[in-house]
């Protein structure tokens, strides 16, 4: 390993797809209002992949071709790929593949990692990419992060304190070796914490069987089935193929986990909240967003939000976040950029980038 080797972005895209779907939209499937989502979350519309055309793999190989043209290399450099969603095309195998094949990627040294954090995904997936790119291993790792919330929601109005928050889209970078002094991932800090782990969860299709909580609520798998199956006419009759969440813990801890990580990578690197030239925090909600801002004193100009047009799009809603603000002209080489994220899980993390 080069002493001085560190990890930079080279290249970020997004995409997002064309269908905008307003809050009033929603009110056309459930009891919601446009004044409740606002006042709650802060999200004034989502975006809905198109059906039978648009996947999770094809939203991420579109922002992918932006990340890799902008960093000026082809598919066929990259040596990596780590793929962060929850919604995946497949149960398995995860859309690394998928997306290795649908770009090109036909350098058979190149492997391909899914990771499921949920939320944290894609800071997840930065930590892991820079140590690969540290230790030397690899050169060019592309690094995706997308969701199609809108195929595994509840549009009932049982589903509707998720269902309004989430949307789909995809963002990606292109991760490289720097030599430049100063540049690059300054430190990355991860978290989990399993105690709550049904409480912001989609507990099936799955194997658990019921047991872990001792109840029904989740569903058992059909006792007459030979070897059990992960989806069950039980969790079919009783609409238990949707996401849950207790919102009020999740916004609880949210709010505790997202400084804290950030102080501890900005310790972690002997630096100050008022170095920070931009806070692009995962897009869980913007209260959240605003909360986290408050209690680290930032002025609004050092934090970045675009959850009003987007809704949240989990491991894609970082990504998304900073190729915006990147286009925008907000992160310019030099600034110091933190990223932090928290979720299902709980699972959360930062990453401190001088770009
Ligand atoms: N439209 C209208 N009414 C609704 C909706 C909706 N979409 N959803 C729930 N309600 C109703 C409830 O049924 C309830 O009605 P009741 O009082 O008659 O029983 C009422 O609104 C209040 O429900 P609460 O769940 O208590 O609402 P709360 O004020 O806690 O807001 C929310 C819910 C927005 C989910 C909040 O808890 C929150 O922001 N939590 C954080 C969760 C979050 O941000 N998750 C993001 C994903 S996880 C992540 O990325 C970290």
């Known amino acids: ?20 779907v307003s809050n009033h939209d929603l009110t056309q499937y459930m009891d919601t209002s446009d004044e409740w989502i606002r006042e709650r979350t802060g999200i004034e519309s989502r975006r809905y992949a198109e059906k039978h055309r648009e996947t999770t793999a094809s939203m991420g190989a579109k922002a ?14 990259v040596d990596f790929i780590i793929f962060a969603t929850l919604s995946p095309d497949y149960y398995f195998p995860g859309c690394g593949v998928l997306l290795q094949r649908e770009l090109g990627v036909t350098n058979k040294e190149a492997g391909a990692l899914d990771i499921r954090n949920q939320c944290s995904g894609f800071v997840y997936g930065i930590s892991i990419a ?4 540290k230790s030397g291993m690899y050169k060019n790792i592309l690094l995706v992060g997308s969701e199609m919330h809108s195929m595994g929601l509840d549009f009932s109005d049982e589903g509707r304190a998720v269902t309004v928050i989430f949307g789909d889209g995809a963002g990606a970078v292109v991760l490289q070796p720097t030599e430049q002094e100063g540049q690059g991932v300054l430190t990355t800090c991860l978290h989990s914490d399993g105690t709550h782990a049904e409480e912001l969860a989609m507990i099936n299709p799955g194997s658990h069987s019921g047991y872990h909580l001792g109840t029904e609520k989740f569903g058992y798998p059909d006792v007459d089935v030979p070897g059990g199956t992960f989806v069950t006419q039980t969790m079919v009759d009783n609409n238990l193929l949707a996401p849950n969440m207790t919102g009020q813990l999740v916004f609880k801890t949210a709010v505790v986990k997202f400084p804290e990580v950030i102080q501890e990578a900005l310790h972690k690197t002997g630096l100050q909240v008022s170095d ?17 801002q408050k209690s680290l004193r930032l002025p609004d100009e050092k934090v970045f939000n675009n ?18 603000a990147w286009e925008a002209g907000l992160v310019k080489e030099g600034n110091l950029i933190c990223l932090a994220a928290f979720g299902s899980g709980f699972t959360w993390g930062s990453a401190l980038i001088r770009w």
Not at 8 to 14: C, D, N, P, S, Y
Not at 67 to 73: K, N
Not at 307 to 324: C, M
């Open 130 to 133: 820079d140590q690969f790119i």
């Open 307 to 324: 959850i009003q047009k987007y809704g949240n799009t989990t491991a894609a809603s970082i990504p998304i976040a900073l190729s915006e």
């Open 64 to 77: 992918a071709r932006i990340a890799l043209e902008r960093a000026g290399i082809t598919a066929e450099e």
């Open 276 to 292: 920070i030239d931009l806070l692009i925090p995962h897009q869980a909600n913007l209260r959240i967003s605003q909360f986290v």
């Open 1 to 20: 390993m080069t002493e001085c080797m560190r990890t930079k972005i080279a290249g970020i895209g997004h995409y997002v797809p064309e269908k905008v």
